[in-house]
């Protein structure tokens, strides 16, 4: 079983439309988790955090993560063609300002996304 | 904004040959990772370090590689004699820290593409 998964895509969402990005993961001690945008080429660009279960939002991005169902996902809405890229699913086990430890983050192999204008 | 910077940008090797690649970490931040991604795969952790020691390492970090401090500023990955399967961009990363707990996310570097020949 992967550690971290997600649907490969491409994902084509219409230009102001939501786009939903899903992401499971296997390690039942995971407790911190990321959204990252990759741009082809580029590094990976941190976008979300979320460390508790519910919803957080920053702008245009809603994190969402159910660790029960050992599930997070990342909402995008108003869809811009700038949001085209690769988006990363990455968990860690340690808690931020835990003791070190723990601290690599396990990344998905991402989800393609196309905005189409 | 700070940020982490890399050097080289795209480095070309020969197989079997000594390859370095350097890492300005932001400059508050002690604590210092390397990452891999071959191509269309997914970003792998190799390294975390702190207070000039390995933190965590992966099995991918084999007696190949090593990595250092040198100074106060610079974080290099040392690969002693590539091979093909090297060939990968590599992301040097850093995260901000209080006494011996992670207070920030961390934060990647351009990338180092290397290409073993």
């Known amino acids: 079983q992967k550690e971290v998964e997600q649907n490969s895509g491409p994902l084509s969402v219409p230009e102001g439309a939501i786009a939903s990005l899903n992401c499971t993961y296997s390690?039942?001690?995971?407790?911190?988790f990321f959204w990252y945008r990759q741009y082809s080429g580029k590094s990976p660009e941190l976008i979300m955090s979320?460390?508790?279960?519910g919803d957080k939002e920053d702008g245009r991005f809603t994190a969402q993560l159910n660790k029960a169902s050992q599930y997070v996902s990342l909402l995008i809405r108003d869809s811009q063609p700038s949001d085209s890229a690769t988006y990363l699913c990455?968990?860690?086990?340690?808690?931020?300002?835990?003791?070190?430890?723990?601290?690599?983050?396990?990344f998905g192999t991402g989800t393609r996304l196309t905005i189409i204008p | 904004e700070p940020e982490v910077t890399q050097t080289p940008s795209h480095q070309v090797t020969q197989m079997g040959q000594e390859v370095i690649l350097r890492c300005v970490p932001i400059?508050?931040?002690?604590?210092f990772y390397w990452y891999r991604q071959i191509l269309g795969q997914k970003v792998e952790f190799l390294v975390s370090f702190y207070n000039n020691e390995i933190s965590e390492k992966s099995e991918i970090f084999d007696d190949q590689f090593s990595v250092e401090r040198p100074d106060g500023s610079n974080f290099t990955l040392k690969i002693r004699s590539t091979k093909l399967e090297d060939s990968a961009m590599y992301f040097c990363a850093s995260s901000a820290t209080s006494g011996r707990f992670i207070i920030g996310e961390l934060f990647f570097g351009e990338g180092s593409r290397l290409t073993v020949l």
């Open positions: 979320i460390y508790s279960n």
């Open positions: 390690d039942r001690g995971s407790q911190s």
């Open positions: 400059s508050n931040h002690l604590y």
């Open positions: 990455a968990v860690k086990r340690n808690l931020m300002g835990s003791n070190f430890g723990n601290e690599k983050l396990t």
